[in-house]
């Protein structure tokens, strides 16, 4: 039973990743719980799927994505579950036509909603400083 939600949740990771490196927001949007929160990195909180909807709008008309996830733990706990990532690739700021790497570590926290997994909580932060990234 626990593997074939972890499953489930490895499913929703990947159908996540390709609504970033699509810059999907109806799509990333759509994968987050109604109450869900998205905690950017230098970048304030979203609370709530037209605050999030708006934040993912933003971020993708200023940066295109193409990452992987790589799942260092899933951990599952009744209704809730946890894992923890760190994704790589590369991101292209639109405004300077510049790619560059992209190394995150993430936090998601998913609630199950009948019977469905939903991002409730995610938060992730840059392995790298941005501001080494530039030079």
Do not use: H
């Amino acid at each position: 039973m626990e593997k074939d939600e972890k499953a489930k949740i490895e499913s929703l990771l990947k159908e996540y990743r390709l609504a970033l490196n699509t810059s999907n927001a109806d799509k990333a949007v759509e994968l987050y719980a109604k109450d869900g929160v998205f905690m950017p990195s230098e970048a304030p909180s979203a609370i709530g799927t037209p605050n999030i909807k708006n934040s993912y709008d933003f971020i993708f008309t200023q940066i295109c994505l193409n990452i992987e996830f790589f799942i260092e733990e899933i951990v599952i706990e009744g209704k809730f579950a946890f894992a923890t990532t760190i994704s790589k690739g590369t991101v292209t700021i639109r405004a300077l036509e510049k790619t560059l790497p992209e190394e995150n570590r993430e936090l998601f926290i998913f609630k199950n909603i009948d019977g469905e997994w939903k991002i409730g909580r995610y938060m992730f932060n840059k392995m790298t400083p941005a501001v080494q990234q530039t030079q």
